[in-house]
């Protein structure tokens, strides 16, 4: 690590994943038309997200997992009978890196800070196979330009004729500079039989075709004293589908500007450092999930890249 790296005030990761399984991050029972449990949605455009607080919290749980040293610091740190919360040591990279509830100055934000995963691309079934759907929006969000998009039509790779997505048939265009748009979901490691079969419609269509093709699927809630499913207590949820495309950024100060004692002895001591131990916590996800529902084979997620330090603060 050279000293210019030492000192930039953060660093800013990108990072891609594929879902593995439905995933559910519910509203906590919420009720959304016939759905008993909805997902978290965006105020403003409708779109499903995974709350980067929900992030936080997974990665959070696994890193400690991985470490395997620190388990009173795993959690959201409340303090119980025999369980002591948080230790908020500077030596501990979980406390560090994820921030902690107690101790000398009431508690620690963390150095790593998670947006929310915004949807980057959403697999929808059509005649033609699955295709991958997004909008100019949502690749601006994800730091990609868009190209321009007609309203009321579909831009594919290799138009041929209408594409029907989700009882929406749509008029078929070419997606103008097309060979910039798949070098820019190669660099985010999107798989090619993703990036061959992506289809771009307007805004408001991508809403639409989203919210009219999540997963909704029926359970019955078990009594916990008995074992069996409770009497009428048949539920739905709602999903993200399997191999659905999400993006976010995980945001990494530099533990210089932070904490007391000598550097030496803290468990962090570069933004790398700090993404690392993020790091450590993304095979997890692919193993035990996020979200809800996870008994029924739901929420894992595969990380297919981590971007170095793009966007690193100035040095
Ligand atoms: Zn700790």
Sequence with gaps: ?????????????????????????????????????SI????????????????????????????????????QGQEKPGSGGHCGQMDCPICTVFGFARGQGGGFAGLAGFTDAQLLLFPVPTYRGPHWVTSPETLRAADIEPPTVENDKVHLLEPDGHLNLGWLMLEGT????????????????????????????????????????????????????????E??????????P??????????????????????QDKAVRTPRDVFEVVAEAQPYLEQLGIGGMGTRGMGRLRVLASADGTNSGPA
């Design 40 to 75: 978290v949605r965006d105020p403003v455009t409708r779109l499903p997200k995974i709350p980067g607080s929900s992030l936080a919290g997974v990665h959070r749980a696994y890193a400690a997992l991985a470490k395997n040293r620190y388990p009173r610091c795993a959690g």
């Design 1 to 37: 690590m050279t000293n210019t790296a030492n000192s930039r005030p953060f660093e800013s990761h990108r990072v891609t994943a594929m879902a593995l399984d439905p995933i559910h991050v519910g509203t906590g029972g919420t009720r959304l038309g016939r759905v008993d449990l």
């Design 231 to 240: 009497e009428g207590a048949l539920f739905t949820y709602e999903a993200l």
């Design 174 to 229: 070419t997606i103008g500079d097309h060979a910039r748009l798949r070098g820019a979901l190669d660099n985010l490691r999107v798989p090619d039989c993703v990036s061959k079969h992506i289809a771009i419609v307007s805004d408001q269509l991508f809403t639409h075709i989203v919210n009219s093709n999540l997963e909704v699927r029926t359970s019955v809630s078990i009594d916990p004293a008995t074992g069996a499913a």
């Design 242 to 263: 399997r191999a659905t495309i999400l993006t976010w950024q995980v945001t990494c100060r530099n533990p210089i500007h932070f904490g007391t004692g000598q550097e």
